[in-house]
């Protein structure tokens, strides 16, 4: 027979698990309603275009610049799509990347390099590749969709001034080059402040920091800087945004694989 005093601590371990997956699931489930107010105050935006100028910094400080042309529209109930245009220096000029993001399915994407004179379809197990060499990686280019992560929620912290709520996403689909991603979401407006990528071996790869946001319609809010860095190799990316128009006159023939190779 087992004694009252193994009785009891038998139920004080079984109690104090029972308590721990009770908190877990409770943690995730926070993580999962922050994660979805952070998607749904995004929501409505329609069409944007915006020139962006993008800055390489390798590990000695050296930098380099590149313009491109970013449109962008709004998909209901999937993934949104991008076009991505670069208009210089003149040897990535006339690159033009597609975007199509899916919340469910793999996410598409095209490449039109000029050099080859052919589109090229992104492999699902390319897509932690480097975008056009810079510190992006293809995966990095899609649109935020709740259902592409599994969530814990990890407290509260200041970053940039702001009380952040701080997640663990962790990616559902295949072939990420992440294992997490750990991200802090202002209370106030639900903005990414900061995200840190997590690498195959759960080592810190990359950092990304979202900056000098503006609003727009009296409800988008965007970063016009923001800085990919790489914490192993020091190499930087900046994206840097030189204007930004909403409500432009796009439709889904502007996002045709079709005319990549004409795209402007």
């Not at 899609?142 to 912290?157: A, I, P, Q, W």
């Not at 988008?220 to 923001?226: G, H, I, K, T, V």
Request: net charge neutral; glycine share 4%; aromatic share 10%.
């Amino acid at each position: 027979m087992i004694s009252i005093r193994k009785a009891v601590s038998l139920f004080t371990i079984l109690l104090i698990g029972a308590t721990h997956v009770v908190a877990s699931e409770t943690d995730n489930a926070t993580a999962l309603t922050i994660a979805k107010e952070r998607k749904q105050r995004d929501i409505g935006w329609g069409t944007t275009e915006a020139n962006v100028t993008m800055v390489l910094r390798n590990s000695q400080g050296q930098e380099a610049q590149r313009e491109l042309n970013v449109k962008s529209l709004e998909v209901s109930d999937d993934g949104d799509k991008a076009l991505t245009v670069f208009n210089s220096p003149r040897d990535v000029k006339g690159t033009a990347f597609l975007s199509f993001s899916h919340a469910l399915e793999p996410d598409e994407q095209w490449i039109y390099l000029p050099a080859l004179k052919r589109v090229k379809r992104i492999s699902s197990r390319n897509k932690s590749g480097p975008f056009v060499g810079s510190e992006f990686a293809f995966e990095d280019m899609t649109s935020y969709e709740v259902e592409k992560f599994s969530y814990e929620h990890l407290g509260e912290e200041e970053v940039n001034g702001e009380v952040c709520f701080v997640l663990r996403q962790t990616p559902n689909y295949d072939y990420s080059g992440y294992t997490s991603q750990k991200v802090w979401i202002d209370k106030s407006h639900y903005r990414v402040q900061k995200v840190e990528f997590y690498d195959k071996k759960n080592a810190l790869l990359k950092v990304l920091t979202p900056q000098e946001y503006k609003l727009y319609k009296d409800k988008f809010w965007r970063p016009m800087r923001s800085e990919m860095r790489n914490v192993q190799t020091r190499k930087s990316t900046y994206l840097i945004t030189e204007d930004i128009n909403f409500d432009t006159e796009l439709s889904e023939s502007d996002f045709d694989k079709n005319r990549l190779k004409r795209a402007r």
